[in-house]
């Protein structure tokens, strides 16, 4: 590692094969923690590599625990993180809304790192097990229209990791890496990212796929449509600047979507908002990202059309049933 460092700090970047190489070798515990801190430090410090972002998820992808959905043909939300916003869970919610709206969802998350509050906590809180049994899985699709990955459970070579990630306590590469790992290589994903060069790299390396996709990235930095500024939104097809009147409705500020300073805080909002009791930004912003994730997994819809069905699904209590669904056979 002492040369692979040396090989950094002088501002050299990795082959896809190196960086595929290193990642399975700090899997196997080859390097001490150090090591494993300053390596990740690198990528604070400066931009990753197209051939680096894919050798790590070539590497990941080659040590997880896959998992056959492709029967579901399931989406997933998922965000980076890393944006330094404290937002409620809202592509959590945004999941509850796509399943109640009758689109299948494998959602990956994990621990929140460098915020109060990840998509797993949250779900924990509520008496949500996680597992990764298969036949545990298909129940919650069976009867919730959603399962629940959670990451550690599906990437266990990299369990001496996450104790460093959370005593750095800040975005690492493997922010970069989270949404491309999902364990059941779904066919549908939205990813939000935390840059708009980060979201350029992820849009090159997906158009090597088969996948629907959509890469969002507000202006302002979140790793979601915000509704706080413009957003880009790359896809197979196109690379668009939205802006938010698409979504029929008004700019927010930070304000209006920020999360709790607790995971307590955090869950009480998830409630409000999967009642339907919410505030309207929240709520808004809720149906904007399932909109498009709809918009993302059924490309034949109009967004108007997407709009309707995420907010059907919220306003009528489907996305509620969801979420009761899952706590039901998840608990």
Do not use: W
């Amino acid at each position: 590692m002492k040369e692979i460092l040396n090989h950094l700090f002088e501002h050299k970047t990795l082959s896809k094969s190196e960086a595929t190489e290193i990642l399975k070798n700090i899997a196997l515990n080859k390097y001490n923690n150090s090591q494993i801190a300053a390596f990740m430090t690198v990528y604070l410090m400066r931009s990753i590599t197209v051939e680096e972002l894919e050798g790590f998820r070539d590497a990941m992808l080659d040590l997880c625990i896959g998992l056959d959905l492709n029967a579901y043909n399931p989406i997933d939300l998922c965000g980076t993180g890393g944006d330094g916003k404290n937002t409620f869970n809202i592509s959590t919610l945004a999941s509850f809304v796509v399943a109640g709206a009758g689109q299948a969802v494998a959602k990956h998350g994990n621990y929140g790192v460098s915020s109060a509050c990840g998509s797993s906590n949250v779900l924990e809180y509520f008496g949500i097990k996680f597992t990764s049994d298969k036949d545990s899985i298909h129940q919650q699709l069976d009867e919730a229209n959603i399962c629940i990955l959670h990451a550690p459970l599906f990437h266990p070579a990299l369990k001496n990791v996450a104790p460093i990630r959370r005593e750095l306590g800040v975005k690492t590469f493997f922010n970069m890496l989270g949404p491309m790992v999902n364990p059941a290589f779904p066919k549908n994903q939205m990813v939000g990212v935390f840059s708009l060069e980060l979201a350029r790299l992820y849009a090159y390396l997906y158009q090597q796929t088969d996948k629907n996709f959509s890469i969002v990235h507000s202006l302002d930095g979140y790793d979601e449509i915000s509704l706080t500024s413009d957003f880009k939104v790359f896809s197979r097809n196109e690379d668009v600047l939205a802006q938010v009147d698409i979504l029929n409705t008004e700019k927010l500020n930070l304000e209006q979507i920020s999360g709790g300073d607790t995971i307590e805080e955090s869950a009480q909002i998830f409630m409000n908002v999967l009642r339907n009791e919410g505030t309207k930004p929240q709520k808004t912003v809720v149906i904007a990202n399932a909109s498009m994730a709809i918009k993302t997994a059924q490309p034949y819809k109009t967004l108007t059309e997407c709009i309707a069905m995420a907010t059907e699904s919220l306003e009528s209590g489907k996305a509620l049933q969801a979420f009761e669904k899952l706590k039901k056979v998840a608990s």
